[in-house]
């Protein structure tokens, strides 16, 4: 009985801890590069109707695994990875000029450990498509 408890606690915390690594609902998954870093917004994109598969299995545009694509902008400029989407069509192209700072986000800052809050302010409605 109390074995059976112990059991059931460790199976619901394996549960949970599965569950804190999906990126998805409300996990971001952030990318280094020269450019600035990069935030990929697991709700953002929930938020558009993307689903698991439409990223993980239909296409399999990503692994489910943090750091698990070798992605760089060539391969996106040559419609792979986010450059799937991210094509003019679906959604902001990474070629256009004006694009880039839509995924690369400067951080003159630097230091601050903590990934200090927003920095959203402008979005919500965009003007045109
Ligand atoms: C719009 C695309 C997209 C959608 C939709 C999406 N993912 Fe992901 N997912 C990614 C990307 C990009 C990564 C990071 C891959 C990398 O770093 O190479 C990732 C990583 C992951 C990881 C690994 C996280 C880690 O920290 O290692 C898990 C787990 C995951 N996704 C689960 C899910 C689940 C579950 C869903 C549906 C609820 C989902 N994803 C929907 C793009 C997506
Ligand atoms: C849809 C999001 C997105 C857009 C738009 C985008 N990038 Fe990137 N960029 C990324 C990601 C993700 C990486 C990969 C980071 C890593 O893991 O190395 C990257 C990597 C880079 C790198 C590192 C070297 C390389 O070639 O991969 C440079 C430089 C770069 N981007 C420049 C740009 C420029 C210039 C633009 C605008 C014309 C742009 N990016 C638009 C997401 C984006
Ligand atoms: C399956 C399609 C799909 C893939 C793959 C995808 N995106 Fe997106 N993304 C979208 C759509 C749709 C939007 C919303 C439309 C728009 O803003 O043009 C969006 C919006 C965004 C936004 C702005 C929204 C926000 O507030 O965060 C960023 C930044 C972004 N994507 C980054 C990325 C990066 C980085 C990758 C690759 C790691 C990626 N996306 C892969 C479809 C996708």
């Given at each position: 009985?109390?074995?059976a408890?112990?059991?059931?606690?460790?199976?619901?915390l394996?549960?949970?801890?599965?569950?804190?690594?999906?990126?998805?609902?409300?996990?971001?998954?952030?990318?280094?590069s020269?450019?600035g870093?990069?935030?990929?917004d697991?709700?953002?994109?929930?938020?558009?109707?993307l689903?698991?598969?439409?990223c993980?299995?239909?296409?399999?545009?990503?692994?489910?695994?943090?750091?698990?694509?070798?992605?760089?902008?060539?391969?996106?400029?040559d419609?792979?990875?986010?450059?799937?989407?991210?094509?003019?069509?679906?959604?902001?192209s990474?070629?256009?000029?004006?694009?880039?700072?839509?995924?690369?986000k400067?951080?003159d800052?630097?230091?601050?450990?903590?990934?200090?809050?927003?920095g959203?302010?402008?979005?919500?409605d965009?003007p045109?498509?």
């Amino acid at each position: 009985m109390k074995f059976a408890q112990i059991l059931a606690v460790f199976a619901a915390l394996t549960l949970s801890i599965g569950n804190v690594m999906a990126v998805p609902p409300g996990k971001t998954v952030e990318f280094a590069s020269p450019m600035g870093k990069v935030t990929f917004d697991g709700k953002a994109h929930a938020d558009k109707g993307l689903k698991c598969a439409d990223c993980h299995s239909k296409p399999k545009l990503f692994e489910m695994k943090k750091g698990g694509d070798k992605i760089n902008m060539a391969a996106m400029n040559d419609g792979k990875f986010c450059g799937t989407c991210h094509d003019g069509n679906k959604a902001f192209s990474v070629k256009a000029p004006d694009s880039c700072v839509k995924c690369h986000k400067k951080d003159d800052a630097g230091a601050a450990g903590g990934g200090g809050g927003g920095g959203t302010g402008g979005k919500g409605d965009a003007p045109k498509n």
